[in-house]
Each structure stands twice: as C-alpha cells, then as structure tokens.
C-alpha cells in the first residue's frame, strides 16, 4: 500500500496572500479540518476529496513546472502523510509553503518549508485551539498570521505579538482582515497608526476571482 492523502484540489494561480502574494504558485489543498472557523472560505474542503497517492500529486505539481507550491487545506497536518509530502516537495527543489490553522504540532514539518501558522482570533470562535508551544519553534523561514474580524480582534492581535516579540521570531507578521467582517481599509488606518512591524494582507484573489474555488 503507498502512502496516500485525501485531497480536494490541486490548481495553478497567483498567491494571495502571504510574503509571495502575486507570484504563480501550485496549491494543494488537503481534505478534512478538526476546526470551524467562524469566517471559513474554504469549508468546501470539510468532507470529500480522492484519495491519491504522494506519486501521483507530486506528479500532477511537476506538470505545472512552478518555483512556489503551498499546501493548504482544511487543515494539512490533521493527515500524517502532509509531513513527507512536503518534504518531497522540497527535495523537487519548490518554495514550499504550508498554511496551518496552529492547532497542531508544526515540529516534524521540513525545515525547507516556509510554515504560515495562523493564530486564531477570538472572532473566529477557535482561539481556544491555539497551540503556544508553536510560537516557540518558529525561525525567519516562517510567517505567522492573525485573521482579524473587528476591533477586538485587533487589540487582542497587538497584545500576542508584543507578548511572544512576533517580529523578532517570525520572518512576517501578517494582519488580514476576515473577508466580509472587517474593511481593509480601518485596519490599514489602525496598523499605521499604531505604527505596529507587521504586513497588512489582503487576500489578493478574492480581487481578482471573487470567491471561485480552484483560483
Ligand atoms: C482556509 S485556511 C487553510 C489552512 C489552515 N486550516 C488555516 O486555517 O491556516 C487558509 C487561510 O485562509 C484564511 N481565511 C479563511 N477564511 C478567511 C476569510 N474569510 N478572510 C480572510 N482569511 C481567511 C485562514 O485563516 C487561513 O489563514
Ligand atoms: N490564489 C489563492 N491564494 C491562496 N493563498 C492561500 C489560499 C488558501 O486557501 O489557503 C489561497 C487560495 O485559495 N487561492
Ligand atoms: S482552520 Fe483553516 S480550514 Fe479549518 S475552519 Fe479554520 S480557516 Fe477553515
Ligand atoms: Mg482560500
């Protein structure tokens, strides 16, 4: 029996989001997520997918001929075969992103990876699963995220990052407004008059594609 994973898409388009947003990108998006994000755009990959062999995604990906590849999902590390599929990622010689929800363990993943770990706000109603011994692992290869629903999502955000030093550990703090609850544009006036180190996000894709699967 090969090693396999549940995936609902693999696709070629722009990152949107992240320190290369803009750039072509593979995306694989695994099925399945333990969490429920309040604000989830991506709840289509709850439940069903196929099931495939690590062969044969890393086949389709190589078809593409891309330099970036981000593994996505639902959440990617809730299947133990995520760990050595980035690391064949990696060996293929991609830049390998991974986005994580944070709820998980982020130890075993390839140190080649670039981890995106998103620190859930309370306004996603799943900061309880927040995983701190995380924070602790993170280098300058890594980003940590904050899906930001209102004004009090930010103060809580602002405290975290002056709490754990974010900007001192991570190689990007990102502040990204939760599509549909917050205007980009107050959370751009508060980040600049906070004067805060971090990267406003938006999620480029949704400007370009609106909220089609697959873009
Ligand atoms: C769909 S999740 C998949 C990876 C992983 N489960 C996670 O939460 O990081 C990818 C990223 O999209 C973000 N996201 C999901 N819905 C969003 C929304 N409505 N607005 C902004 N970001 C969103 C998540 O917070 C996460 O950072
Ligand atoms: N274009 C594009 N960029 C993305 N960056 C992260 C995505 C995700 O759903 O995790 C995503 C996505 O779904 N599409
Ligand atoms: S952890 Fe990620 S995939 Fe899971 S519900 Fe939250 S945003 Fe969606
Ligand atoms: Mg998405």
């Known amino acids: 029996m090969q090693d396999t994973l549940r995936i609902t898409e693999v696709f070629y388009s722009l990152q949107g989001e992240t320190r290369t947003a803009g750039l ?5 998006r695994l099925t399945g997520c333990p969490l429920r994000c309040q604000y989830c755009d991506s709840a289509y990959a709850f439940s069903g997918g196929t099931v495939r062999t690590l062969d044969d995604i ?3 990906v190589a078809g593409y001929r891309p330099r970036y590849v981000c593994v996505t ?3 990617p590390l809730a299947q133990p075969n995520a760990i050595p599929l980035l690391e064949r990622l990696c060996d293929a010689g991609y830049e390998v992103s991974l986005e994580t929800s944070g709820a998980l363990d982020v130890s075993a993943v390839d140190p080649r ?6 620190l859930k706000t309370p306004g996603s109603k799943e900061a309880h699963r927040n995983r701190y011994e995380n ?3 993170l280098t300058r290869n890594d980003q940590v995220k ?3 629903c209102s004004r009090e999502d ?3 955000a602002v405290s975290k990052l002056i709490q754990y030093g974010l900007d001192r550990r991570a190689g990007e703090v990102l502040f990204s407004p939760s599509h ?7 959370l751009a006036d508060w980040v600049v008059a906070d004067n805060l180190p971090v990267r406003l996000q938006l999620q480029l894709h949704k400007y370009l594609w609106n909220d089609e699967p697959g873009r």
């Open 24 to 28: 072509p990108t593979v995306f694989v």
């Open 180 to 186: 549909h609850d917050l205007n980009a544009r107050d």
């Open 73 to 75: 999902g639902g959440e």
């Open 113 to 118: 990876v670039s981890r995106v770990v998103d």
């Open 135 to 137: 924070i602790e692992l």
């Open 58 to 60: 890393v086949e389709q």
């Open 154 to 156: 930010y103060d809580w």
């Open 146 to 148: 904050f899906v930001i």
